[in-house]
């Protein structure tokens, strides 16, 4: 028999997530799904949080449409339709102060803290952690301007990657590194008091590397994911005007962060999305904004674009016909963009035929936009056991300190495996650390 609580006929039961319609990345795959895995976090409302909802930071972008929304209308391709069509409850939502995407996980997450009655403090950067004969003990905090101890019986690190530290974003990802996406705050303080307590960090040159797009957010340039690249009349070519990667795959970063073997250096950086007229004329939303500084070029000829981005002509020239033949049949027989059911579903145009993600590059005038290592997050740090313990370089557990999140050396590394692959693990490994520390 069920307890009281969970007498679900007498209680208003509303969903957390709701599931859409974006395919696995891998959906081929054993195992794979064309749909239904993927769910998008419900629409929350941030009153319920009272007081502390001001302290909610606010989205880069602030359309309250919610992931799944995104994907099921093909937003991407066509927003004035998505809009259309959602403008009702996006308006509701709006009115009612219901949030969505990661904002609603916030929100969830701090109503969830405030209802067990959690002290949270804001303006509270954790300096250094304190040890009692190897034994973790307690951590110090500069809060307010104040330092101050707390001890406690266990800490759990959860600070994030490191992606604002420029020094050692120097030293882990060799090469220009612009238009971060994450909070600025993240500047890799848990690797460092983990490193410094004993624990071994690996994993740090993993990353969720994205191609993104600048907008302006708290007076500074960031990262904002994009999905441009991924439409017909576009694609994406290094120095030499060569593609190198499947566009439109999830895990595009991969080629992003690979390196030359003797250098150390990026292999395709400086990248460059280039689009033709047809692209400006059907995806004017998505062309890069001149408003950006470096951001934005146009040329009436292709030749004419490789020399204003010190691309290399012929070969830009050569590419982009090439591409247009792929185009032509609906097959990309370089790097097969298209050809998975992610590749045909995802942020593509399905009115496009006969590929709804490849389309001819041919017509002026053409544009280019720098295609930057963009990072949403690194995912090294501490390594961990299955209990979330921070472990020494001889695998012993260094007593009372845990890890969860991008701070911890990362379970799964650069490659996704779908649109939670760094939130899955990070909220799985905070609820395992927190279960543990409390247990013990
Ligand atoms: C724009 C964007 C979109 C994303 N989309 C997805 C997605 O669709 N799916 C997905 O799975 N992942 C996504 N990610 C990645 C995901 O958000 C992160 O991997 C995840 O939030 C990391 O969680 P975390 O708790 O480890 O760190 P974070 O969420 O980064 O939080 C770390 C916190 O620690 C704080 N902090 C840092 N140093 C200190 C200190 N010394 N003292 C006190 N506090 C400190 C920081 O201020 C920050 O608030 C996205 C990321 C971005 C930026």
Known sequence: MLPKCCNLSKRTVRPVSTPNLDPDPYAEALGGMAFGRNVSAAPIRIGMLGTWAKKVRRPTVDVRINYGE????????????????????????????????????????????????????????????????????????DHDGEVKTIAAGSVILASGGFEWNPEMMAEHFPGPVEWTASPSTN???????????????????????????????????QGQPAADYFLPHTMIVNRHGKRFVNEKQMNIGLAFSERDPETGTPRHLPAWRIYDGQYAAKYPHALPKASVPGNHFRADTLAELARQIDVDADGLVETAKRF????????????????????????????????????????????????????????????????????????????????????????????????GTTLGPCLTWGYIAGMDAAAT
């Open 70 to 141: 995104v994907i099921d209308t093909h937003f991407f391709s066509n927003p004035k339709k998505g809009m259309r069509r959602l403008l009702p409850r996006l308006l509701w939502r709006k009115l009612m102060g219901r949030h969505v995407r990661g904002n609603a996980l916030t929100i969830g997450l701090l109503k969830g803290c405030l209802d067990k009655g959690v002290e949270i403090w804001t303006e509270a950067s954790a300096r250094k952690l304190c040890q009692d004969d190897g034994r973790v003990t307690g951590i110090e905090v």
């Open 187 to 221: 500047t890799g303080d848990g690797q460092r008091m983990a490193a410094d307590a004993g624990a071994q960090l690996d994993r740090m040159d993993q990353a969720l590397i994205m191609g993104t797009t600048p907008v302006t957010y708290e007076g500074r340039i």
């Open 324 to 419: 247009s033949e792929f185009a032509r049949t609906g097959t990309d027989e370089d790097f097969g963009r298209g050809g998975s059911i992610w590749d045909r579903n995802r942020a593509a145009d399905p009115t496009h035929k006969p590929s709804p993600t490849l389309g001819t590059i041919d017509k002026p005038p053409f544009y280019a936009m720098p295609f930057k290592a963009s990072f949403l997050g690194t995912k090294g740090g501490a390594r961990t056991n299955e209990r979330g313990q921070c472990l020494r370089a001889d695998g012993t557990a260094i007593p009372g300190l845990y890890a969860a999140g991008n701070v911890m050396a990362n379970s799964f590394g650069s490659r996704g495996v779908g649109a």
